[in-house]
Antibody, heavy 121, light 107 residues
Framework: EVQLVESGGGLVQPGGSLRLSCAAS????????MQWVRQSPGKGLVWVSR????????AYADSVKGRFTISRDNAKNTLYLEMNSLRDEDTAVYYC??????????????WGQGTLVTVSS | DIQMTQSPSSLSASIGDRVTITCRAS??????LNWYQQKPGKAPNLLIW???NLHSGVPSRFSGSGSGTDFTLTITSLQPEDSATYYC?????????FGQGTRLEIK
């Protein structure tokens, strides 16, 4: 059974940093594209970043480019999102997701339960 | 960036009704259009991938169609558990973008 479990969210001050983790089970991270999608309170879904199975191809939304870094540890089967220079507008539930199929870099077939990041002084 | 616009933003329908939600892209996304359902406090769930392919376990009353810039999600014979917010998503190019969502309420 495919499972994704996010962790690492919490309260952080503006300008601070946080690292989110997404522990995967039921499949090998190296076989799939992985993504981060966020949702601010009461708002819609916003794509943040994605990473290819071999880790060679990463992409970011303009709003986080240069501040966030997506990475993976295939030995731990875990995806990460390193978030620096956090802003109030980064406050959201962050979801990790697995590509629908092994070559799918777009659609998200499986989602974690989400982890809440609150940026506030 | 490709803008995705859904209509309507919200709707109310009765059990057994046929419901159609539309999604328009600001430029062609070919058939790289996906649909998700999200219930309050829960993660989204994939319904349809690449315009018209039903995800595993999704009831057959859900269907999708379209190509290029205009797409539809149709729910035939609406059920109580279909009350949710629905999002379209283009996966043709980065940045990947979502529609603003359509909130479906059951009368």
């Amino acid at each position: 059974e495919v499972q994704l479990v996010e962790s690492g969210g919490g309260l952080v001050q503006p300008g601070g940093s946080l690292r989110l983790s997404c522990a995967a089970s039921g499949f090998s991270l190296s076989d799939y594209w992985m993504q981060w999608v966020r949702q601010s309170p009461g708002k819609g879904l916003v794509w943040v970043s994605r990473l290819s199975g071999d880790g060679s191809n990463a992409a970011y939304a303009d709003s986080v480019k240069g501040r966030f870094t997506i990475s993976r540890d295939n030995a731990k089967n875990t995806l990460y999102l390193e978030m620096n220079s956090l802003r109030d507008e980064d406050t959201a539930v962050y979801y990790c997701g697995r590509g629908c199929f092994s070559d799918s870099g777009g659609c998200v077939g499986y989602w974690g339960q989400g982890t809440l990041v609150t940026v506030s002084s | 960036d490709i803008q995705m616009t859904q209509s309507p933003s919200s709707l109310s329908a009765s059990i057994g009704d046929r419901v159609t939600i539309t999604c328009r892209a600001s430029q062609s996304v070919r058939t790289y259009l996906n649909w998700y359902q999200q219930k309050p406090g829960k993660a989204p769930n994939l319904l349809i991938w690449t315009t018209s392919n039903l995800h595993s376990g999704v009831p057959s009353r859900f269907s999708g169609s379209g190509s290029g810039t205009d797409f539809t999600l149709t729910i035939t014979s609406l059920q109580p558990e279909d009350s949710a917010t629905y999002y379209c998503q283009q996966s043709y190019t980065t940045p990947i973008t979502f529609g603003q969502g359509t909130r479906l309420e059951i009368k």
